[in-house]
C-alpha cells in the first residue's frame, strides 16, 4: 500500500534511509551517515511531502518530493530492492507534478530504467 506519510515520528524513515544508504554506499563509512542523520530529520523530511510503501505493516519504502516539483529521496529496504520501487514513484509522482519530472533534478537514468520518460522541462524560477 502507497500512502501518504502523515506522522511526525521520523523514526522508521530514518531508519530505512540509513539501512538502504549504508548498503548502498559501501564505499562510504557508516558513521558518515551516521553523522548526518540530524540533516534528514530536521531539514530534508520536513521540507517534502513523502510518501510510503508499506506491506503488511511493514515500511518498505519512501519518496519524498521536494517543493512539489523533483524527487528529492528514494529510498527502498534492501530486502525489498526489486519489488516495486517503480510503482512507489509512478504512484507518488503524478499528485505533485503531472507535467512531469525533469531527467537533471529526478535521477534521470534510474527513472528511464525504472519506465519513466522525460516529458518537458521546467525551469525553476
Known amino acids: 500500500m502507497i500512502r501518504k506519510w502523515q506522522s511526525e515520528d521520523t ?13 548502498a554506499h559501501p564505499f562510504i563509512d557508516a558513521s558518515y551517515w551516521q553523522a548526518n542523520e540530524a540533516v534528514v530529520r530536521d531539514d530534508y523530511l520536513p521540507a517534502a511531502e513523502t510518501w510510503v510503501w ?20 528514494l529510498f527502498v529496504a534492501p530486502a525489498f ?14 499528485v505533485f507534478n503531472p507535467g512531469g519530472v525533469s531527467e537533471k533534478r529526478a535521477g534521470g537514468e534510474f527513472l528511464s530504467c525504472s519506465g519513466f520518460s522525460h516529458r518537458r522541462q521546467r525551469l525553476a524560477g
Open 54 to 73: 508499506e506491506e503488511n505493516g511493514t515500511l518498505c519504502g519512501f519518496i519524498s518530493v521536494m517543493q512539489f516539483q523533483f524527487v528529492g529521496a
Open 81 to 94: 530492492i526489486g519489488r516495486g520501487a517503480a510503482e512507489l514513484c509512478s504512484a507518488a509522482l503524478p
Open 11 to 23: 523514526a522508521p524513515l530514518l531508519s530505512l534511509w540509513l539501512e538502504s544508504t549504508t548498503e
